[in-house]
Nanobody, 119 residues
């Protein structure tokens, strides 16, 4: 099993920045891709960014050019640098990780960290 713990959320003004971190523990050798998803009140969960074990990245359209995902495999940690934040970025942000030996898709989820962007 893999446990994911997010940190770094909080309240920020529009135009500001935040950096989220997600530390993985447990059977980390089975982790493949890692990513960030978010869910705003009344909306479905959506992809923010994903990064493969080799460092390839993909982003949701609404965050391209503003957010940057990175990972430190030695520390089993994935980061999300969020710049030029907008009120529409307000959501609970969840870290997720893929199990390399299971079907494609995220298998493990953190409990989430709340990000609130004030106008």
């Amino acid at each position: 099993q893999v446990q994911l713990v997010e940190s770094g959320g909080g309240l920020v003004q529009a135009g500001g920045s935040l950096r989220l971190s997600c530390a993985a523990s447990g059977s980390t050798s089975i982790i493949g891709a890692m990513g960030w998803y978010r869910q705003a009140p009344g909306k479905q969960r959506e992809l923010v960014a994903v990064i493969s074990s080799g460092g390839s990245t993909d982003y949701g359209d609404s965050v391209k050019g503003r957010f940057t995902i990175s990972r430190d495999n030695a520390k089993n940690t994935v980061y999300l640098q969020m710049d030029s934040l907008e009120p529409e970025d307000t959501a609970v942000y969840y870290c997720a990780a893929e199990n390399l030996i299971s079907d494609p898709g995220m298998d493990y989820w953190g409990k989430g960290t709340r990000v609130t962007v004030s106008s």
